[in-house]
């Protein structure tokens, strides 16, 4: 059996009524009132879910060159999980994904290493 990295996104989605004199202003109060907190959304809102194939947010247009997942720096050494669905640079960038228990698992099974490219 081989391991896949699946990302499920859900979507939450409200509509609240709001009173101003135009658009521009009725997107600012709504705005406001989200970021203070007075309008959060939650499992009552839920409108759909989506699972699909996670693909790391930097698509590599050169096959001979790595980019970090995390920072995006160009790579010659670094970090290798799951056969280059993901690549960090340094410990930092690793650890702000995997614990070092988790990466030592990860190594275990062969699921990530360490390496260097030319
Ligand atoms: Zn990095």
């Known amino acids: 059996m081989k391991k896949y990295k699946i990302e499920i996104e ?3 989605q ?6 101003a004199d135009n658009l521009a202003e009725a997107l600012d109060k709504v705005q406001e009132q989200y970021d203070n907190e007075e ?8 409108k759909d879910v989506d699972i699909r194939q996670y ?4 698509e590599m247009g050169n096959d001979d ?8 720096n160009e ?6 999980i799951n056969d280059g669905l993901e690549y960090y640079c340094n410990d930092d960038c690793l650890h702000k994904h ?5 990466y030592d698992k990860m190594y275990d099974s062969d ?3 360490w390496t260097e490219w030319e």
Not at 65 to 72: D, I, M, Q
């Open 39 to 46: 309008i959060t959304l939650d499992y009552n809102d839920f």
């Open 65 to 72: 060159k790595r980019y970090c997942s995390e920072c995006g």
């Open 55 to 58: 693909i790391p947010y930097i």
């Open 75 to 80: 790579m010659t050494q670094g970090y290798c």
């Open 10 to 12: 859900e979507i939450l």
């Open 98 to 102: 995997y614990t070092q228990e988790e």
């Open 14 to 19: 409200r509509v609240v009524d709001v009173e």
């Open 111 to 113: 699921y990530a290493y």
